[in-house]
């Protein structure tokens, strides 16, 4: 027997959910990169290591984030 339980969602309810959050994150980070500042924009990244598509280097830190950007920004926008 299925129970229904407070608090938990339906998949469905839950894609709505990560469709809204994505979109809003993506103008976000677009808005971001709109800037053209390096600095503002890695501080989208500092929680996290990334491989970045314009660079096969992996990037750690603010301070590796911030460089790739200094440099990609141009080729990006």
């Known amino acids: 027997m299925l129970e229904k339980f407070e608090g938990v969602t339906s998949p469905q309810e839950s894609t709505e959910t ?3 959050i994505t ?9 971001t990169l709109q800037t ?9 990244y500092i929680v996290c290591h990334f491989l970045p598509t314009v660079s096969g280097e992996l990037k750690k830190g603010q301070y590796g984030e911030e460089e790739y950007f200094k440099h990609s920004l141009d080729k990006i926008l």
């Open 18 to 20: 990560m469709q809204e």
């Open 23 to 31: 979109s809003i994150n993506f103008g976000i980070w677009n808005s």
């Open 36 to 44: 053209g500042n390096p600095k503002e924009v890695a501080t989208l």
